[in-house]
């Protein structure tokens, strides 16, 4: 199933100018309709949605706004390059190049998760520490074990109601469930064995007792089913909605960590499951891929893997940038949910831009050496599909050929408003 | 400086009926005045407010409400004996007996985070698991070390807006440093030492890039001053107001884990600094113990160990429950703070009162064996004092005799409402 043409790592992204437009880290989408009540509240979502019209801003410093179609959305501020060194910025590679904060965050304009993160991992104390393996910027932290044992991998996440589950029609158990299950598809994501968790809970006054106790047999339940102890946690009254942030320490798996930053030109893109339409219930039920990660590790040795929360595009833009490449994804090959069909009916964007954008599918994406067996036979994932959805290329960015057509897909997903 | 009279362990606290009026897990204490402004939402403070007159319910069932006076308040249903086994509940020791849940949670009433603990700590799967040697209901998770390593401590707490800090009194940086300080206290509790820390922060919108930076910039500062490696976190975004939570995995220092559970009737009760009146400033600028606990392990080996967060009259009663004895303070030896002086000008609350119930001192309350020393010389806590305040009894609970009258104080803190 060869579903890039050209041979591995001779297509240049940066240098073919896209069909559907390019969009730089200067330039900026503003979130537009088709965002589903759940995530209205403090969330933007960056949808890849033909036909919408978005804001734009100033672009880099000194570049003037490119106007260019992307599947029928405007896009403002493209450069079709990366950006060139100069005024502060940071090379990851001699492919990539992260532009200085200042042309990133604009006075006056809100301010996003991806602006944070990429203030942060550039800290040192963020970056660096005695110990520490890998820091902020991957699905764990990877910190080195005791002599002669496997590093450690730490983890933290959080789901608030009105943003990650809406606690008036989401029964409390699946509010627990999907709190532990979202850090241990984090730990799935490096290929590790998840051991001890702790839960923090901010709990709204009147939340009661009984739900607080439906809350932790959710917990409790994930916890059993991924062989994880639950060991300590705390609770707090808040004045605003429910939360609970999980932390989550485990080891690295056999085949050791895989890290989301090593992704070669070349390289097949694999995805597991299919994607799209989360909301309509897999978000808050889904387990996380633990058991198929080290399957994954063991039989195909991935050269570099996370999880789909945020949104395949988005995350595939994040693998990217994490490893200095560009990875193109193909439209046909990209494996749409039912419920993704669903939703399309309703709503009328496409399928795959529910797969692309809607997130929360905490499915794997993952790459493998050229070599490596591009189908999955004798792969035993438990019933679980794992697809080749694209290859690894020279450039920047996340891009998907849909229809003859390529565009850029980096910023389909969801963001955080800071 | 003896401070309780009689032999160590001779005298039983269940069998004395107190002076000033006991109160069993089945009574209820409703929050009343003297919470200051930044407790108000959410949170009941139980004081030892002399005066102020207390909502009492229907006490165990079948037992009749008991009137008393304890220092002035007015407390309804307080069996003056342990209650006896019976009806469901949980024999801990042969000392100390925990009632059945339905006893304490009448329904329509307010929850609090003792009655949500005590049911967590008699589920089996949040007590025991693979690997874990003490679960909820310590300062610390302890975990099994690698074969023939020190055992691990994991932690999680948060703080949350209008419950933990004013965001809109409150410079940033304190937040972060208050954050990741609160876990690292903990970590001190049992003389450990902290490697690894995550955060997770829920942030409303509007809060803005330049504070969330300042945040960090006090959980890098906590963290560098601890010598822990701040390795991931997680951002997202909440209709509510900014919380964090931090995870800390740690070591277990040279001494072992010191557990919560390990008074025993004879032993000193000691506590390091000056206690009462945080809410003036040191709530959000202490340091954690963590030096000064390592050095205490060394040198008097303590039998148990804690950390003052909520109080000293609600932290002593549950070191006393988890070791299944009484813990009786002299009033006189209990180090009062410059600050309870100063707030007891303002309010006329005695400093006494100040230093048992305002919490969040964040210091050190430990027990010794009997032929340990009582005084400090020698002792390098690094100019902090260490105070023996009082002895391990049999029995059950927290108590203080204060000018010759001796009163139950297990209720004088913070709790949390659910």
């Known amino acids: 199933m060869l579903l890039v043409r050209g041979d591995p790592g001779r297509e240049d992204v940066r240098e073919g100018r896209p069909a559907g437009g390019g969009r730089g880290r200067g330039g900026a989408l503003e979130a537009l309709g088709g965002a589903p009540a ?44 990366c950006p ?37 991992i550039r800290r040192r104390p963020f970056r660096r520490g005695r110990g520490v393996l890998a820091g902020i910027g991957d699905d764990c932290a990877v910190v080195r074990g005791p002599r002669g044992r496997t590093p450690g991998l730490f983890k933290i996440d959080s789901v608030v109601d009105g943003v990650h589950f809406l606690s008036k029609t989401t029964r409390p158990f699946w509010i627990g469930w999907k709190a532990l299950n979202r850090s241990l598809s984090d730990i799935a994501a490096m290929g590790g064995v998840p051991r001890y968790a702790v839960a923090a809970a ?28 639950l060991v300590g946690g705390d609770t707090a009254s808040t004045a605003g909605p429910f939360s609970v942030s999980v932390a989550v320490w485990g080891e690295a798996g056999p085949g050791g960590p895989v890290l989301r930053s ?23 039920t889904f387990t996380p891929r633990l058991r198929e990660a080290r399957e994954i590790v063991r039989r195909l040795r991935p050269t570099a893997m996370m999880d789909v929360s945020d949104g395949l595009g988005i995350d595939a ?102």
């Not at 933007?44 to 019209?53: K, N, Q, S, V």
């Not at 917990?219 to 991924?226: F, I, V």
């Not at 070669?264 to 219930?281: E, H, K, N, Q």
């Not at 797969?355 to 189908?375: I, K, M, S, V, W």
């Open 317 to 418: 833009g994040r693998m990217a940038k994490a490893g200095g490449v560009a990875i193109v994804l193909e439209g046909g090959a990209v494996p749409v949910s039912r419920a993704a069909r669903a939703l399309s009916r309703r709503d009328g964007r496409s399928p795959l831009d529910h797969a692309l954008a809607d997130g929360e599918d905490y499915e794997l994406l993952f790459t493998t050496r050229p070599r490596r067996p591009r189908d999955v036979t004798g792969l035993s994932l438990g019933g679980v599909r794992a697809t080749v959805i694209g290859r690894v290329r020279r450039g920047c960015g996340a891009w998907i050929i849909d229809r003859g057509r390529r565009r850029r897909i980096d910023a389909a997903g969801y963001e955080h408003l800071l």
């Open 202 to 229: 901010c709990v709204p006054r009147g939340f009661g007792l009984a739900r607080m106790k439906q809350v932790m047999a959710g917990l409790a339940a994930a916890a059993r089913r991924a062989g994880v102890a």
């Open 262 to 284: 090593g992704a070669r030109p070349g390289d097949w893109v694999w995805v597991t499951g299919a994607l799209g339409g989360s909301i309509l219930g897999r978000h808050l």
């Open 84 to 120: 060139p060194p100069g005024g502060g910025g940071v090379r990851t590679s001699s492919h990539c190049f992260i532009p200085p904060a200042r042309v990133c965050y604009n006075p006056g304009v809100p301010q996003d998760e991806r602006a944070f993160l990429d203030w942060l």
């Open 38 to 81: 759940l995530l209205s509240e403090g969330l933007r979502r960056r949808g890849t949605d033909p036909g919408a019209e978005r804001d734009g801003r100033e672009g880099p410093a000194g570049r003037s706004p490119d106007l260019r179609a992307a599947g029928g959305a405007v896009i403002r501020g493209a450069p079709a390059r």
